[in-house]
């Protein structure tokens, strides 16, 4: 009987453990899809301020050249003077952009540029294209309102 009482109580013990060992799985499973909840729209965050930070060292760029960088000269005149197309002779040493860098999105491509802009026709457009990394989707991150991209 002793021996009988003793199995019991060790299957029960058993059956205990999987029973928290599958609750803390599940816990473990909640938070981990919270994590990445989080972290994604950390970088959706990210990308929107870069947008606004590239969008403000081009206004600069306008401010002491009179004019944007062109779509060929690109974001890099932000960070070195231009060899082609119009010149600006009031180009600061260092560039306008911090870092000596033009940022990567949080997906690591380049952000896309466009002069004069689609969206933005008498200024300039820059985006992200995005968690898909496909550009024109909607889930591009640029200078522009969802509803002048739904206009087009």
Do not use: H
């Amino acid at each position: 009987m002793r021996r009988t009482l003793l199995a019991t109580r060790t299957a029960m013990t058993l059956i205990e453990l999987m029973i928290v060992i599958v609750i803390l799985g599940l816990i473990s499973g909640i938070i981990g899809v919270k994590v990445f909840q989080s972290l994604d729209e950390a970088k959706l965050q990210t990308a929107k301020t870069q947008v606004q930070s590239i969008i403000g060292a081009l206004n600069q760029y306008k401010l002491k050249c009179n004019l944007y960088p062109t779509t060929e000269q690109g974001l890099l005149a932000l960070i070195e003077p231009p060899g082609s197309g119009k010149t600006c002779k009031r180009y600061p040493e260092g560039g306008f952009l911090d870092g000596k860098t033009v940022p990567i999105d949080p997906w690591d491509n380049e952000y896309q540029f466009t002069s004069p802009g689609t969206n933005n026709p008498n200024g300039v457009d820059v985006w992200s294209m995005g968690p898909d990394m496909e550009n024109g989707t909607g889930d591009d991150i640029g200078n522009w309102t969802k509803a002048e991209e739904s206009a087009e």
